[in-house]
């Protein structure tokens, strides 16, 4: 992903050079990107407001909501995020290689669960095996045990932006269209 043009110093045949964005802050964009992905994606949209449930204790709520009045100043355009939810991960995001894993990401109530919780280890596990089957609490561990040594390419981290910003903008335009209908 570029971000600057940095002027060459005098004498040079390049007006302009191009400035990479740095590792680390392409992995946190994707973390923020693919974060708010998953939260639409676990949310049920109602009119113009996605209620979710927490994956480990089954609190509901409401995640985000249509709000073109302040769409200007957000990346996510008309959506809204509220406070109190976040993407929790099974298997720890301290992981890499299952960090952006879909099964390993799901929506979960950020202060009981997620923080004060721990994620809720066994209770998580019986989650994922009730909603994407039995194996795959196992298959996310043995993975992650497997892969300890794991490095994103930029073109990963790129990708998972890209993706998860199609897949807001689809949310968005649903959630535009139910609001008309309605």
Same mark, same amino acid.
């Given at each position: 992903?570029?971000?600057?043009r940095k002027k060459t110093p005098k004498g040079s045949s390049?007006?302009?050079?191009?400035?990479?964005?740095?590792?680390?802050?392409?992995?946190?964009?994707?973390?923020?990107? %693919?974060?708010?992905?998953?939260?639409?994606?676990?949310?049920?949209?109602?009119?113009?407001?996605?209620?979710?449930?927490c994956i480990t204790c089954n609190k509901s709520g409401v995640?985000?909501?249509?709000?073109?009045?302040?769409?200007?100043?957000?990346?996510?355009?008309?959506?809204? %995020?509220?406070?109190?939810?976040?993407?929790?991960?099974?298997?720890?995001?301290?992981?890499?290689?299952?960090?952006?894993?879909?099964?390993?990401?799901?929506?979960?109530?950020?202060?009981?669960?997620?923080?004060?919780?721990?994620?809720?280890?066994?209770?998580?596990?019986?989650?994922?095996?009730?909603?994407?089957?039995?194996?795959?609490?196992?298959?996310?561990?043995?993975?992650?045990?497997?892969?300890?040594?794991?490095? %994103?390419?930029?073109?990963?981290?790129?990708? =998972? =932006?890209?993706?998860?910003?199609?897949? =807001?903008?689809?949310?968005?335009?649903?959630?535009?269209?139910?609001?008309?209908? =309605?």
């Amino acid at each position: 992903m570029l971000k600057k043009r940095k002027k060459t110093p005098k004498g040079s045949s390049n007006i302009f050079k191009t400035k990479l964005v740095p590792m680390n802050k392409l992995r946190d964009e994707a973390d923020d990107w %693919f974060s708010w992905y998953v939260r639409l994606r676990d949310s049920a949209l109602v009119g113009d407001v996605w209620t979710g449930k927490c994956i480990t204790c089954n609190k509901s709520g409401v995640v985000a909501y249509l709000d073109p009045e302040t769409a200007k100043r957000r990346k996510t355009g008309n959506i809204r %995020f509220t406070s109190g939810w976040d993407l929790g991960h099974f298997v720890g995001r301290g992981n890499l290689v299952t960090r952006f894993d879909e099964e390993n990401c799901n929506l979960q109530c950020s202060f009981r669960c997620n923080k004060m919780n721990s994620g809720e280890h066994t209770k998580y596990a019986i989650a994922l095996k009730d909603k994407y089957g039995e194996e795959v609490p196992d298959k996310l561990e043995k993975l992650a045990q497997q892969t300890t040594h794991y490095k %994103f390419t930029r073109q990963e981290l790129e990708d =998972i =932006i890209s993706s998860s910003k199609e897949a =807001i903008a689809f949310y968005e335009k649903e959630a535009l269209q139910n609001t008309i209908e =309605i």
